[in-house]
C-alpha cells in the first residue's frame, strides 16, 4: 500500500533556532498538505502543496514530486510551533493517507 | 461561520454499548471524512462521503458505519463499542480533492470500557 513517512519522529530545539521536517511518499501525489497538531489536539493546515515552493511568514513547504519528498522548514522557532507535524498525500483516489507526524518541542 | 462542528467532545462507554459522534460543517463542503488517531500511528481514514448520498470506506472501516443523508451533516455510528475502538476521532470537510484543503473539527475522545 501507500507508504508516507516522516522524520525525524521527534525534535526538541531552543526558541529561535531553524528546522527542517521531512516527508518520503512512496507513489506520485496528486495532492500533498502540510498539517499543525497544537497541544490541544487541534488540526490546522498549514500548505496545500503538490509540487514547488510556498511560504507563509516563518513557514515554508518544498514538494520535490519527482523524487516523492516534501520539506516543511520552519525558521525562528516560537514556544507556539510546539506540537505535532504530519503531512498527508493523495494518491490517484479520494483517499488522504497520513503520515505518523513529528512532534516538535520549542524550548523557552 | 462555524466551519466544522463535532459532537460530544468526550464520552465513555462500556463494551458493548452504542453510540452516535455528530458531524456538521456549514461550508457546503461536498466531500467529508472521518479520521481516528491513536498514538504513534498518526490519523487513519475511516470512512468518508463525497456528496450526499455516497459514501465508501477508508483504511480502518470495521465496526463503524456512516451515512450522508444531508450535505452537512455526515455521522459516524459505533453499534457495538470495544476498548480497542478507543481512539481520538476527528471529522473533516472539504471541497473536493482539487485544490482544497482539509479543515478539521475539533475531535471527539472516546473510551471504551
Known amino acids: 500500500g501507500i507508504q508516507v513517512e516522516q522524520s525525524p519522529p521527534d525534535l526538541i530545539l531552543q526558541e529561535g533556532a531553524n528546522s527542517t521536517l521531512r516527508c518520503n511518499f512512496s507513489?506520485?501525489?496528486?495532492?500533498l498538505q502540510w498539517f499543525h497538531q497544537n497541544p490541544w489536539g487541534q488540526l490546522i493546515n498549514l500548505f496545500y502543496?503538490?509540487?514547488g515552493t510556498k511560504q507563509n511568514g516563518r513557514l515554508s513547504a518544498t514538494t520535490v514530486a519527482t523524487e516523492r519528498y516534501s520539506l516543511l522548514y520552519i525558521s525562528s522557532s516560537q514556544t507556539t510551533d510546539s506540537g505535532v507535524y504530519f503531512c498527508a498525500g493523495l494518491f490517484g483516489n479520494e483517499k488522504l493517507t497520513f503520515g505518523t507526524g513529528t512532534r516538535l518541542t520549542i524550548i523557552p | 461561520n462555524a466551519g466544522v462542528t463535532q459532537t460530544p467532545k468526550f464520552q465513555v462507554l462500556k463494551t458493548g454499548q452504542s453510540m452516535t459522534l455528530q458531524c456538521a460543517q456549514d461550508m457546503n463542503h461536498e466531500y467529508m471524512s472521518w479520521y481516528r488517531q491513536d498514538p504513534g500511528m498518526g490519523l487513519r481514514l475511516i470512512h468518508y462521503s463525497v456528496g450526499a448520498g455516497i459514501t465508501d470506506q477508508g483504511e480502518v472501516p470495521n465496526g463503524y458505519n456512516v451515512s450522508r443523508s444531508t450535505t452537512e451533516d455526515f455521522p459516524l455510528r459505533l453499534l457495538s463499542a470495544a476498548p480497542s475502538q478507543t481512539s481520538v476521532y476527528f471529522c473533516?470537510?472539504?471541497?473536493?480533492?482539487?485544490?482544497?484543503?482539509?479543515?478539521f473539527g475539533a475531535g471527539s475522545r472516546l473510551t471504551v470500557l
Open positions: 502543496i503538490p509540487s
Open positions: 507513489d506520485s501525489v496528486n495532492n
Open positions: 473533516a470537510s472539504n471541497k473536493g480533492f482539487g485544490a482544497n484543503v482539509l479543515t
